[in-house]
RNA sequence: GCGAAUGUGGUGAAGUGGUUAACACACCUGGCUGUGAACCAGGCACGCGUGAGUUCGAUUCUCAUCAUUCGCCCCA
């Protein structure tokens, strides 16, 4: 086929789509105990929404948009970020009028950006995050950035380093940008081309220039520190001392940015090194935003949240041998021998299905020796023979495929045997209703 | 947007300016017509990303193009 996927998008199948739930699932438990709602907002949005919210000036506005015109000549766009479209959806349902604050939502999906594909970045790559909104309180900030560093835990990362900085209030990034505007002035004419525009648009970007001439002028550039407001500062504070109360290690990094332009106040990240020593960078991110809900015409209220990318957290997880333990094993393998059997085996596999067994039957014709490679290869536990001579005596075969033991039980008595088997050895499944006999529930 | 590497079957891969494109794994068939191993005998790329050029002749050389992967920027 020469039709292939398009670049910068993968297929997330069979092993791979198993871990992708574990990982969902354990983040969706979390958010849920923390009281976040789940919230599921469109792919596509008008394009303005990105614009006003996430910033002209951010490179994922800039130049990395999907957006396109609809047959009604809208110009929309596929979502780069979550953010925007919980705080639109926040504002159009009017629920900062109809619901307690702060309203705390959760959300899992698919996000858009062209970019050029490699290790650890797709053009459609999965997020998931939550926003507090309406928050007055610092420890709300605190709250998220808690259940973030909660379910990275939980997932079994050790070893997570949680970055964190102030932009500041108002009051406090005007005076910072005012300094910085005064600083550069005199050396921007010898700086790269996304620092001209920068300077312009939004100075305190150029800190997170990379270029190495730049960096040399960046260092000597003045620092928020000393441009916080006495609030900021103390806001920041508070911060910190819940931290240290609860526990978390941080790291203050003073050059923390954000490339999204509502991020005032707190912003962190959470770093993570694999085992193996590969820098996967940021994993997740976040912040607090004081004028975004009012930029989408909602009233005058903070929020915060953050995001994982579930790409990364996979790949670091995959990398730390966290995700060994998935597996796709079925309970029983099925296999006629004869055109005959076929019939009698498929009535007994549907009986096994409903009954709650991962039971797969083999219908192509092969030897006996391959069904057995197949019933290895698909991790069975329990094997079932039948051929003419069980059918002509109403019973089947049923084989322990890992003792190599085998029996001849009567049809009648089958569901009982599979049970006693199934049911010895093993915990009692966590459903508890004597039914359901998958292996699967960890996390629900 | 900039830079680098790679492109041979189901998979991993070797290879050469010229007859049958190694080898291994997987898979299929038969030996063995009801039990998972092993063994034996066969089968399995009319094709070496695509297009053009050089040449008597190209999978092998040149150019272009596309794709993949990685790095930079930026980000999850």
Do not use: W
Not at 61 to 87: H, N, Q, S, W
Not at 260 to 283: M, P, R, W
């Amino acid at each position: 086929m020469d039709i292939k996927n398009v670049k910068g998008t993968h297929d997330i199948i069979l092993e791979e789509a198993k871990a992708y739930d574990k990982i969902e699932m354990t983040m969706k438990s979390f958010a849920e105990a923390f009281c976040f709602s789940e919230f599921r907002t469109p792919v596509i949005e008008p394009s303005e929404l990105f614009q006003r919210s996430v910033g002209e000036s951010s490179d994922v506005v800039r130049k990395e948009m999907y957006t396109f015109l609809d047959k009604g000549d809208r110009l929309l766009a596929l979502r780069p970020e979550f953010t925007a479209g919980i705080v639109r959806s926040f504002v159009n349902n009017k629920l900062y009028a109809t619901r307690d604050l702060p309203l705390k939502a959760y959300y899992s999906g698919p996000v858009f950006r062209y970019e050029r594909p490699q290790q650890g970045r797709y053009r459609q790559f999965h997020q998931f995050g939550v926003e507090s909104l309406g928050v007055e309180n610092v420890l709300n900030d605190v709250e998220s950035l808690f259940l973030g560093y909660v379910i990275l835990t939980a997932l079994g990362l050790e070893n997570v380093t949680l970055k964190i900085n102030t932009l500041g209030d108002a009051s406090s990034r005007e005076a910072y940008r005012n300094a910085l505007k005064g600083y550069f002035e005199s050396h921007i004419k010898d700086m790269c081309d996304d620092c001209k525009v920068r300077y312009e648009v939004n100075p305190l970007r150029i800190l997170d220039c990379k270029v190495p001439s730049d960096h040399e002028i960046v260092l000597g550039a003045p620092k928020m520190s000393d441009y916080l407001s006495s609030e900021a500062k103390a806001k920041f504070n508070k911060v910190l001392i819940a931290l240290d109360e609860m526990n978390i290690p941080y790291e203050i990094d003073d050059t923390l940015v954000r490339g999204l332009d509502y991020y005032s106040e707190l912003v962190f990240e959470y770093h993570y090194t694999s085992k193996k020593g590969v820098n996967y960078g940021a994993i997740g991110a976040g912040g607090h935003y004081d004028n975004l809900v009012e930029e989408l015409d909602g009233p005058k209220m903070a929020g915060v949240g953050f995001s994982f990318g579930i790409e990364r957290v996979y790949s670091v997880l995959k990398d730390d041998g966290l995700l060994d333990d998935i597996v796709d094993d079925i309970d029983i393998y099925v296999m006629p021998l004869s055109e005959k059997a076929k019939n009698q085996a498929f009535y007994l596999t549907s009986g096994l299905r409903t009954s709650g067994y991962k039971t797969e039957i083999n219908l192509v014709d092969s030897k006996m020796a391959n069904m057995f490679k197949k019933a290895d290869r698909r991790g069975a536990k329990l094997g079932i023979i039948i051929g003419d001579d069980e059918i002509a005596n109403g019973t089947v075969i049923v084989k322990d495929l890992a003792k190599k033991e085998q029996e001849e039980v009567a049809i009648d008595d089958l569901l009982d045997k599979v049970d006693a088997f199934f049911g010895e050895g093993q915990d009692e499944c966590c459903c508890g209703d004597g039914e359901c006999h998958c292996h699967d529930h960890e996390g629900e």
